[in-house]
């Protein structure tokens, strides 16, 4: 049940932009996004709902494709700050647990 | 509210022994997620409350481990006779169960098993 992300790992320079996905063999009701740090934990993103919605804030934004199960990380104008590991997190309804991916590491260079 | 707690932050065991492990979540919020982390790997789900009631717990955890929210509020995760195998971070997690909100990780606990 654990979600596939694509690409495993990539490499920007500043100010490029990049598109990470999420999959489910399952159909789901939600996909969580959260990036973190080296020694730090997880920080929530955003959270989409099944619906088809996309949202986003600042340079970061997210769609989801309830029809095909998946969804996409859009970090466009990337900044220094962005390197992380992003993981996206699925729920399979309103009640159940979250099942996160193996993640993306994100590395931006100057 | 400072927001979700781990304690303690670091513990080294020798292989065998039982460790207890604390999880302070945001006093508001009724579910509370338990996850094993190891370098490069994704959150690996263990387990989880609504308010006081575990509500599943991973097939793939052994009988080894065991966690517990009594009165719904902080919770426990218990590690006996611990291996090798269960050195990992072991994070907590809190979140709202009302139309679905982000959950909020606490800072860990780093768990080394000589």
């Known amino acids: 049940q654990q979600p596939v992300q694509s690409p495993q790992a990539v490499i920007l320079r500043e100010g490029e932009d990049a598109v990470i996905n999420c999959s489910s063999s399952?159909?789901?009701?939600?996909v969580h996004w959260y990036r973190q740090k080296h020694g730090e934990a997880p920080v929530f993103l955003m959270i989409?709902?099944?619906?088809?919605e996309q949202k986003g804030h600042d340079k970061i934004s997210a769609s989801f494709n309830e029809k095909k199960q998946q969804s996409s990380l859009y970090l466009t104008a990337s900044q220094l700050s962005y390197s992380g590991t992003y993981f996206c997190?699925?729920?399979?309804?309103?009640?159940?647990?979250?099942?996160f991916g193996p993640g993306t590491s994100l590395s931006v260079i100057p | 509210d400072t927001g979700v707690s781990q304690d303690p932050r670091h513990k080294i065991t020798k292989r065998g022994q039982n460790v207890t492990f604390r999880c302070d979540p945001i006093?508001?919020?009724?579910?509370l997620y338990w996850y094993r982390q190891t370098l490069g790997q994704g959150p690996e789900f263990l387990t989880y409350?609504?308010?006081?009631?575990?509500?599943?717990k991973s097939r793939l955890l052994s009988d080894r481990f065991s966690a517990e929210r009594p009165k719904g509020s902080f919770s426990t995760l218990e590690i006996q006779r611990t291996e090798q195998g269960d050195s990992a971070m072991y994070l907590c997690?809190?979140?709202?169960?009302?139309?679905?909100?982000?959950?909020?990780f606490g800072q860990g606990t780093r768990l080394t098993v000589v």
């Open positions: 997690a809190s979140s709202l169960v009302r139309g679905n909100t982000e959950a909020f």
């Open positions: 399952k159909a789901l009701y939600s």
């Open positions: 989409l709902l099944k619906g088809g």
């Open positions: 997190g699925t729920e399979m309804s309103s009640y159940d647990k979250v099942i």
């Open positions: 006093s508001e919020h009724n579910r």
């Open positions: 409350f609504q308010n006081e009631a575990q509500l599943e």
